[in-house]
């Protein structure tokens, strides 16, 4: 595989499950010094083990943090960037998701998803910044969904959080492009994670199945692999993206063609 991250630095959320467990061990693949941060202890273990098994875990730390408190980022992300020297790319894969009917969404839910989801992404952004316009080629990619942009039922708070991010993302993009920042949020939809099993997502009472006809890949297979995720971050975020900034790249299997 092309090493088009030899010596290059980089800060994963999420990277304990899903997407940003993939994203983690593509970059390491690729020759990058990664360091995946996650609120389970759990799952970053297992990153671990993935990565011993791939024989890419000897660029790869691992810290354990709360996204959401600003106090924990202060003191452990500018920690971590400066045992590595510098930072050249954040990839802001957490996040949760949760279902409500809009007429029973608590503000406790709500501001549950806007503290996890939008607000984790402008705290590790703001924080990593300086250390990305040092880099001079410094790259964001931010998680939207396919909920910002299209329809999704039962997740009215969930698609606010993700339109968010992607309008924070146009922002950040044009602002520090004459410093060689470049910004691009990813738009997954359809992709198999614990995040969107059965198992772990609850709908509530009464829901009309109907209304998610069109939320089915349109390529044969089912749900995607967060590897396919992975594989575009990797192009985004390497210099075969450079062109690319202040964009989305939807990745839902056709899903909403």
Do not use: C
């Not at 061990?25 to 791939?54: C, F, H, M, N, P």
């Not at 939207?144 to 997740?155: D, E, I, M, Q, R």
């Amino acid at each position: 595989m092309e090493k088009r991250f030899e010596a290059k630095r980089i800060f994963v959320t999420g990277g304990g499950s899903g997407i940003g467990q993939a994203t983690v061990t593509r970059l390491l693949y690729e020759g990058g010094w990664v360091i995946a941060a996650d609120i389970s202890q759990k799952g970053l273990q297992e990153t671990i083990k993935i990565a011993t098994e791939l024989g890419v875990a000897q660029h790869l730390r691992t810290l354990e943090i709360d996204l959401s408190n600003e106090l924990e980022i202060e003191q452990k992300l500018g920690s971590e960037i400066e045992s590595i020297g510098g930072l050249d790319v954040v990839v802001n894969a957490a996040g949760i998701l949760r279902a409500a009917h809009f007429h029973e969404t608590t503000l406790e839910l709500w501001n549950t998803l806007i503290k996890t989801n939008l607000t984790s992404t402008f705290l590790v952004t703001q924080k990593a910044l300086p250390a990305l316009l040092q880099s001079g080629k410094g790259v964001i990619i931010n998680f939207s969904s396919t909920a910002a942009n299209f329809a999704h039922p039962y997740f009215a708070a969930y698609a606010a959080t993700k339109g968010g991010i992607q309008a924070l993302t146009h922002a950040i993009a044009a602002e520090y492009a004459s410093k060689g920042l470049r910004a691009v949020s990813i738009v997954p939809g359809g992709i198999q994670t614990g995040m969107t099993n059965e198992g772990s997502l609850k709908f509530p009472d009464g829901i009309d199945t109907s209304l998610f006809s069109k939320q089915v890949a349109a390529l044969p297979g089912g749900l995607g692999s967060p590897h396919a995720v992975a594989a575009a971050i990797a192009m985004l975020a390497s210099e075969d993206g450079r062109f690319i900034t202040g964009t989305e790249l939807r990745i839902d299997g056709g899903a909403h063609m």
